[in-house]
């Protein structure tokens, strides 16, 4: 597991942890981190609009429409495995 990854599983050791519970913490934490580069992503859609790059920005768009379904995914996912962990608050 990536060192990032190490501060969202310190309530216990990552021994202590199921599968499970590693997996209602990470799910989250994907979400989140999709969102901030489809952020990103919306902003240089505009720019190579503005440079005359249409159908790039338009393949770019579409990406970002397959990021949000995927994140939906994700979330449904999260919900079939009960939620979020209680009393975890993601920090980046």
Excluded at 74 to 81: D, N
């Amino acid at each position: 597991m990536q060192a990032r990854y190490i501060y969202l599983l310190q309530e216990k050791t990552m021994s202590e942890k199921t599968n499970l519970e590693k997996l209602r913490i990470l799910l989250p934490h994907w979400v989140e981190h999709s969102h901030s580069h489809q952020d990103e992503f919306k902003k240089w859609v505009e720019i190579a609009r503005s440079e005359g790059q249409g159908e790039a920005a338009v393949e770019i768009d579409r990406a970002l429409a397959m990021m949000a379904d995927t994140d939906k995914v994700l979330e449904k996912a999260l919900e079939l495995l009960g939620g979020k962990v209680a009393g975890h608050h993601h920090h980046h």
